[in-house]
């Protein structure tokens, strides 16, 4: 077939003569048309209609539900994959007034002597803190409910002074308790104790300590004599009369040291240890009978992740096989019900060794556990 060429240019949009208008087309109804009076759609607003059902509510919008924080401070009103994230979606704040607890990321790990990566412990355990819920069942209590819990967001550390970073960290921990709120720390390694205990101590006097930790942390010291690491926190809270030692109590020692003496120093001094040989010989009930047999009067508690086991917990950065199971971790915590307890940090969660975030959850549950021991006290004291 041969196409016959048109003669001329082709017409220019604007020249094409203009359509007639079209006709409306006849308004018709089908069966799944609102304005039919057979539409089962029509027919169920006329039922509720009829039955005076109630209007619904307006749906408020995106950037609305994201800026709703509920009283109870359970969090924005977003699925947990969603939003910024803080500890338990709580709210994130500079103001203490009113305050109970405050929990304050300390992401330091300057003092670590063998993996590191607990700088970024803090923000990790938020991340798996969106998770959690807000009843405790095993403890009866919405700790959220009782207590105002805000994230205080993290301390600023130095990361090549631990002096400096540690000044930093009692500084925090002093601007809390001063406002009358307790402390949750989430670390960073464990030199980061040594400061937070040096806070509490001043306003509450010589603590009491629960230690759980695979290790003593009581080394003279470490890195070329130098008296501050994760190793020698609680020896120098000892010397500077931070702890008093016959309220102390170390719990899940295990594993090889360089010398004896790395565990007879802090016996000598009528600190409790009590090894994960301890614990299976006598059995977890009594465990936490012997510990609680020595917490009198204000108490701290001091929580390293490789109390652990590294089945549970292998993200942390001196792993100690033999440990605790993570259900025994929280059975332990939960153990301390009643205690006064004035203020806690959960340290040496080191994300870049962990497998699918195992030891930030544990982590994350054994901080809402410690929540919940605040939360049981005030609800028995009110």
């Given at each position: 077939?041969?196409?016959?060429?048109?003669?001329?240019?082709?017409?220019?949009?604007?020249?094409?003569?203009?359509?007639?208008?079209?006709?409306?087309?006849?308004?018709?109804?089908?069966?799944?048309?609102?304005?039919?009076?057979?539409?089962?759609?029509?027919?169920?607003?006329?039922?509720?209609?009829?039955?005076?059902?109630?209007?619904?509510?307006?749906?408020?919008?995106?950037?609305?539900?994201?800026?709703?924080?509920?009283?109870?401070?359970?969090?924005?009103?977003?699925?947990?994959?969603?939003?910024?994230?803080?500890?338990?979606?709580?709210?994130?704040?500079?103001?203490?007034?009113?305050?109970?607890?405050?929990?304050?990321?300390?992401?330091?790990?300057?003092?670590?002597?063998?993996?590191?990566?607990?700088?970024l412990g803090p923000r990790r355990i938020r991340e798996a803190s969106?998770?959690?819920?807000?009843?405790?069942?095993?403890?009866?209590?919405?700790?959220?409910?009782?207590?105002?819990?805000?994230?205080?967001?993290?301390?600023?550390?130095?990361?090549?002074?631990?002096?400096?970073?540690?000044?930093?960290?009692?500084?925090?921990?002093?601007?809390?308790?001063?406002?009358?709120?307790?402390?949750?720390?989430?670390?960073?390694?464990?030199?980061?104790?040594?400061?937070?205990?040096?806070?509490?101590?001043r306003k509450f006097g010589p603590l009491g300590v629960v230690h759980?930790?695979?290790?003593?942390?009581?080394?003279?010291?470490?890195?070329?004599?130098?008296?501050?690491?994760?190793?020698?926190?609680?020896?120098?809270?000892?010397?500077?009369?931070?702890?008093?030692?016959?309220?102390?109590?170390?719990?899940?020692?295990?594993?090889?040291?360089?010398?004896?003496?790395?565990?007879?120093?802090?016996?000598?001094?009528?600190?409790?240890?009590?090894?994960?040989?301890?614990?299976?010989?006598?059995?977890?009930?009594?465990?936490?009978?012997?510990?609680?047999?020595?917490?009198?009067?204000?108490?701290?508690?001091?929580?390293?992740?490789?109390?652990?086991?590294?089945?549970?917990?292998?993200?942390?950065?001196?792993?100690?096989?033999?440990?605790?199971?993570?259900?025994?971790?929280?059975?332990?915590?939960?153990?301390?019900?009643?205690?006064?307890?004035?203020?806690?940090?959960?340290?040496e969660v080191c994300p870049p060794y962990d497998h699918g975030d195992?030891?930030?959850?544990?982590?994350?549950?054994?901080?809402?556990?410690?929540?919940?021991?605040?939360?049981?006290?005030?609800?028995?004291?009110?």
């Amino acid at each position: 077939m041969v196409l016959a060429r048109v003669a001329g240019p082709a017409p220019r949009l604007h020249e094409m003569p203009a359509l007639p208008p079209a006709s409306p087309a006849p308004a018709r109804t089908t069966a799944t048309d609102s304005r039919c009076p057979r539409c089962p759609a029509r027919r169920s607003e006329r039922w509720l209609e009829r039955a005076g059902a109630v209007r619904m509510a307006r749906v408020p919008s995106p950037q609305e539900r994201l800026m709703t924080t509920p009283e109870s401070g359970f969090g924005a009103e977003l699925e947990p994959f969603a939003g910024i994230t803080s500890f338990m979606r709580l709210p994130v704040t500079r103001d203490l007034t009113g305050v109970d607890v405050a929990v304050v990321g300390v992401p330091y790990d300057g003092g670590t002597s063998y993996r590191s990566g607990a700088r970024l412990g803090p923000r990790r355990i938020r991340e798996a803190s969106v998770m959690l819920w807000g009843y405790n069942n095993a403890l009866a209590v919405k700790p959220l409910d009782v207590l105002k819990v805000v994230d205080y967001g993290d301390v600023n550390v130095i990361p090549p002074s631990i002096t400096e970073s540690m000044a930093n960290i009692e500084a925090r921990a002093d601007a809390v308790l001063a406002a009358g709120a307790t402390v949750l720390a989430l670390g960073g390694d464990h030199s980061v104790s040594l400061p937070l205990m040096r806070a509490h101590a001043r306003k509450f006097g010589p603590l009491g300590v629960v230690h759980f930790d695979a290790h003593p942390d009581t080394w003279h010291r470490e890195f070329d004599e130098q008296p501050y690491s994760h190793g020698t926190s609680f020896r120098r809270a000892i010397e500077e009369k931070i702890i008093d030692p016959s309220r102390y109590v170390q719990v899940g020692l295990r594993g090889p040291t360089p010398e004896a003496v790395d565990w007879q120093w802090a016996r000598e001094r009528g600190v409790r240890a009590i090894t994960m040989d301890d614990v299976a010989e006598l059995g977890l009930p009594a465990v936490v009978r012997m510990m609680r047999e020595a917490l009198r009067g204000p108490i701290y508690v001091s929580l390293d992740i490789d109390a652990a086991d590294p089945a549970f917990a292998p993200g942390t950065g001196t792993p100690e096989v033999g440990g605790f199971t993570s259900r025994e971790m929280l059975q332990l915590v939960r153990g301390l019900r009643g205690v006064e307890l004035v203020g806690c940090d959960l340290v040496e969660v080191c994300p870049p060794y962990d497998h699918g975030d195992i030891t930030s959850i544990l982590a994350a549950n054994l901080a809402f556990e410690l929540l919940s021991l605040m939360a049981v006290r005030r609800a028995r004291r009110s």
